[in-house]
């Protein structure tokens, strides 16, 4: 079945640093979402991307989906210690159930 | 407005016994799917139902199994449990039911199987 491989399973980063986690689809995906859940919290929507090549911005965050729609990833500028958790990449299959990555989980060291 | 709601939060069962989680959706929301979430598996999708009808399901024993009642609220059982059924299980519920957008997620409820 449709798989959604997320890497890398884990970073830890010194305050300020940058972090990218990546999704990649051996498949063309109709879409793909962002979603963040906080230690002990339940993930939470944080994009859709939709168009090839797509770029959006929320703040520090940048999420890019690549030009064949089959890799995506996030991008934080300057973490801070708020920026901990597991963010998820999400990707709806040919069936229309949602497929999640392993996720990326993200510590920040003060 | 209200978010997903799950019941129960937190419960301990033993090995063999069977457990019947529920969650209510956001009101006006028809469609709620099912997540098993572990440390080593991340998020496994269990089923989706809409408007009382199961539209998709995952790759799980027939042990799980689920339903939605007319008023949206669904209900999730997982019979002759196994320790490895330990796990949070969140509901998500999502606006528009035909085109997978975004999921709202409850805070889940955590079974611990001795």
């Known amino acids: 079945g449709q798989q959604v491989m997320q890497i890398p399973q884990y970073q830890h980063v010194q305050e300020g640093e940058d972090f990218t986690t990546y999704c990649n689809s051996s498949t063309t995906l109709s879409n793909i979402q962002w979603y963040k859940q906080r230690p002990g919290g339940h993930p939470v929507f944080l994009i859709q991307l939709v168009k090839s090549g797509e770029v959006k911005k929320q703040k520090r965050l940048t999420f890019q989906f690549g030009e064949a729609k089959k890799n995506s990833s996030l991008h934080i500028t300057a973490t801070q210690t708020t920026d901990v958790g597991t963010y998820f990449c999400a990707a709806a299959s040919n069936t229309g159930k949602l497929i999640f990555g392993q996720g990326t989980t993200l510590q920040v060291k003060p | 407005k209200a978010g997903v709601t799950q019941t129960p939060r937190y419960l301990i069962k033993t090995r063999g016994q069977q457990v019947t989680l529920s969650c209510s959706p956001i009101s006006g929301h028809r469609s709620v799917s099912w997540y098993q979430q572990t440390p080593g598996q991340g998020l496994q999708f269990l089923f989706e139902y809409f408007s009382e009808t199961q539209r998709n399901k995952g790759n799980f024993p027939g042990r799980f199994s689920g339903r939605q009642f007319s008023n949206s609220r669904s209900e999730m059982n997982v019979s002759t449990l196994e320790l490895g059924d330990s796990a949070l299980y969140l509901c998500?519920?999502?606006?528009?039911?035909?085109?997978?957008?975004?999921?709202?997620f409850g805070e889940g409820s955590r079974l611990t199987v001795l």
């Open positions: 998500a519920s999502v606006g528009r039911g035909t085109v997978p957008g975004e999921l709202f």
